[in-house]
């Protein structure tokens, strides 16, 4: 016997009736992207290695140890051999685009948002997939087109409050930090290679080479016991520069005339090396251990880090897994999908009426499920109560006289109407 494939660990299928839900969480974010004026990008599910390498940064998790990367080997002497990486993430994918199609000739701001695939090779659990869909956006620009400026990131923040509002997500936290230009997180990191020294004995053997390596990376740590360590260390908020604490103030300020409630997280560095500045993310009780939503930040340097010209921005990626375990935690039960009536042909002769008749009230906007004339009535009638609201029959009879029978389930009621009034009958709901 040969054995069952099935999905690979670490990734799953969606099915209806979720993929419902799927679908309007991503309807809801076109629907608020398109209103503060952004366009869609769609970038390619892999690119050069040396991107996200370069991009996200050697130090950090993703690149060290999550990435799926593969040896791409020259099929013509034309070619070269290339190392290659499915995404795991997108905003490396956005930047590389903005360069490479000299997006900042524009002299605009490109305000771009993606939805789709990303890959990391992680451990499987509640909320941590190795293939996850994220929502993202991003606002980047020549620093002329206003790029820098703290209205960007709060107007940001503020469109992702609506967002989650939108969609009906309850009682998320967003959570806020600077960690300072390149400078000030160069300072800040020699500050914490000092501090480091005396403790890092008692820390975690990922610490103790991130003590080295880049120490500003410590202050990810999950481990338990490193947890009192870490919350001794020095802030980075002591290590900004006059420039970054005033832009940190003027993006607080607005999100306070905004009425957006935040809290200042001194830790708060996130994953990804290019992060400058204002980083955030929005968490949410319910998730447990995964509870990040989304997370984000501004990343002033990288365009030039991956050879571009100057083009500062601030973007953010959610977690649409994520947004779909919350959501199904808050809707107590999922509402099964109903359709309008289910056509039940009496005898397979009326099959191919029952199909005329089913694309007549399909075209008419009804949800519709066609049965089969080769079944019993019963057996039609078990499966309409599961699916629908209603159940038409079409007989000989019903053909010949253009009067159908048509139960409604919810009441019991069985009525005579005539085909020219079925669709307008099927839309009203039972209690009407
Ligand atoms: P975490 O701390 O949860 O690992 P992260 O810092 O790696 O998150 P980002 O790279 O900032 O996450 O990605 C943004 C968002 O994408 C996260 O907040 C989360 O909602 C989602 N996300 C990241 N990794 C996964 C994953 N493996 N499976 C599902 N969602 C994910
Ligand atoms: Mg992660």
Redesign the pocket.
């Known amino acids: 016997m040969s054995r069952t494939l099935k999905a690979v660990r670490g990734t799953r299928d969606l099915l209806p009736p979720e993929t419902a839900l799927w679908n309007r969480i991503e309807a809801t974010a076109r629907s608020v992207f398109a209103r503060y004026n952004f366009g869609e990008i769609r970038t390619p599910i892999f690119e050069d290695t040396g991107l996200f390498a370069r991009s996200v940064g050697e130090e950090t998790?993703?690149v060290s140890k999550e990435m799926y990367t593969w040896e791409d080997r020259a099929r013509a002497q034309s070619e070269k051999t290339q190392s290659l990486t499915l995404r795991p993430?997108n905003t490396a994918g956005v930047v590389r685009a903005y360069i490479e199609h000299q997006l900042g000739e524009t002299g605009q701001l490109q305000k771009l948002y993606y939805i789709g695939p990303q890959f990391?090779r992680?451990r499987p659990q509640k909320?941590?997939?190795?293939q996850?869909s994220?929502i993202g956006a991003e606002v980047i620009g020549p620093p002329s087109a206003g790029s820098e400026s703290p209205l960007r990131d709060a107007e940001v923040l503020e469109m992702l409050a609506t967002l989650l509002d939108e969609l009906g997500i309850t009682g998320w936290t967003l959570e806020l930090n600077s960690v300072g230009s390149a400078a000030d997180r160069a300072r800040y990191n020699e500050t914490l290679r000092a501090a480091l020294v005396p403790v890092v004995g008692q820390m975690c053997v990922d610490c103790q080479r991130r003590a080295i390596t880049n120490p500003l990376r410590v202050l990810d740590c999950k481990v338990p016991a490193d947890q009192p360590i870490i919350d001794k260390l020095p802030v980075i908020a002591d290590s900004l520069d006059q420039a970054s604490v005033a832009h940190f103030a003027a993006v607080t300020a607005a999100l306070e005339a905004a009425g957006i409630p935040y809290t200042r997280n001194n830790r708060l560095v996130?994953?990804?090396d290019y992060y400058t500045r204002t980083t955030f993310?929005f968490t949410h009780g319910g998730l447990g251990a995964?509870n990040?939503?989304?997370?984000g930040g501004r990343y002033d340097g990288l365009s030039e880090a991956i050879g571009g010209p100057r083009a500062p921005g601030i973007g953010f990626?959610?977690?649409e897994?994520?947004l779909v375990l919350t959501l199904q935690a808050q809707e107590s039960a999922a509402p099964q999908v109903v359709v309008d009536a289910f056509i039940a042909p009496l005898g397979e002769e009326m099959n191919a009426a029952a199909l005329a008749l089913a694309r007549e009230l399909r075209r008419q906007g009804l949800r519709i499920e066609l049965g089969d004339g080769s079944f019993r009535l019963k057996k039609s009638f078990e499966a309409a109560d599961k699916t629908a609201r209603r159940i038409v029959i079409l007989g000989e009879d019903e053909l010949q006289s253009g009067i159908l029978t048509v139960k409604t389930f919810a009441t019991g009621m069985q009525s005579k109407v005539s085909r020219a009034e079925l669709a307008a009958y099927l839309s009203t709901t039972a209690s009407e």
């Open positions: 998790d993703i993430e990391r992680e909320g941590r997939y190795r996850f994220q996130r994953g990804l993310e995964q990040a939503l989304l997370g990626a959610m977690g897994d994520r």
